[in-house]
């Protein structure tokens, strides 16, 4: 069975946008989705407290997971090493659609550990972004509209200019939200689902070793 899972974030993707992203991968690779769960639960909850969540990820065996981003599952850390180790325990295959990789039992765990580590670069950036900033949710954009477009040109090879131009729209005000949205890696990810050394290889180039001056940082 073929599976997605969809959590929007405040500071992220929404529900529309990871549906269509989804299914743009989906169409790509030829997957039937034969199930969707979109949870509403409030970003900070556990995962001890997100019951139909724990239902759901314990009733797969052997199947196949969809997901747009590892901040999906989570963003603690401990809650997404737990879903991971279990996921992977009971044989699901689970499909990151942002990086175009694809986790199993089998899989390098340097890959796992690499999607671990992209998950907290992320949150120290947003943490960082917190300051000075009011809380509230990603905003919308006019360019939401043609999301499925922009993909779509994007997979033809054709750059910000010719889509701007096609759209009838602003090219920097194109090239900020295609940026904002990370539409160019999500495409490379869904190309590389064919070439998954190549992508593999991506995940673990964004590892970051400590340095001193973060550690000290850190201590403060």
């Known amino acids: 069975m073929i599976v997605s899972y969809i959590r929007p974030d405040k500071d992220f993707e929404n529900v529309v946008e990871q549906l269509k992203l989804i299914g743009a991968y989906c169409d790509h690779d030829q997957l039937v ?11 900070n909850k556990r995962i001890s407290e997100r019951s139909d969540v724990v239902q759901l ?10 997901v747009y981003d590892t901040w999906v599952l989570s963003t603690n850390i401990e809650d997404v090493v737990q879903m991971l180790s279990c996921l992977l325990r009971n ?10 990789i694809i986790i199993h039992r089998q899989s390098d765990t340097m890959v796992v ?19 000075g900033r009011p809380k509230g949710s990603k905003s919308s954009s ?18 910000v200019s010719d889509i701007a131009r096609l759209l009838n729209v602003s090219r920097s005000s194109l090239k900020d939200y295609v940026e904002s949205r990370s539409l160019k890696e999500l495409v490379r ?3 590389l689902t064919r070439n998954t050394e190549d992508a593999e290889a991506m995940v673990i180039g964004t590892i970051k ?5 973060t550690i000290m940082e850190e201590s403060r």
Request: aromatic share 6%.
């Open 33 to 43: 989705l034969e199930k969707e769960m979109i949870d509403q639960t409030f970003q």
């Open 113 to 131: 550990l690499g999607l671990i580590d992209q998950l907290r670069q992320i949150i120290q950036n947003e943490d960082k972004k917190e300051i």
């Open 91 to 100: 044989g699901v295959e689970i499909h990151f659609v942002k990086q175009g």
């Open 57 to 66: 990820f314990r009733s797969l065996h052997n199947d196949t997971l969809l």
């Open 209 to 213: 070793c400590p340095t001193v001056e």
């Open 189 to 191: 990810g869904i190309a």
């Open 142 to 159: 006019k360019f939401d509209l043609f999301l499925d477009q922009i993909i779509a040109e994007l997979k033809q090879g054709k750059n």
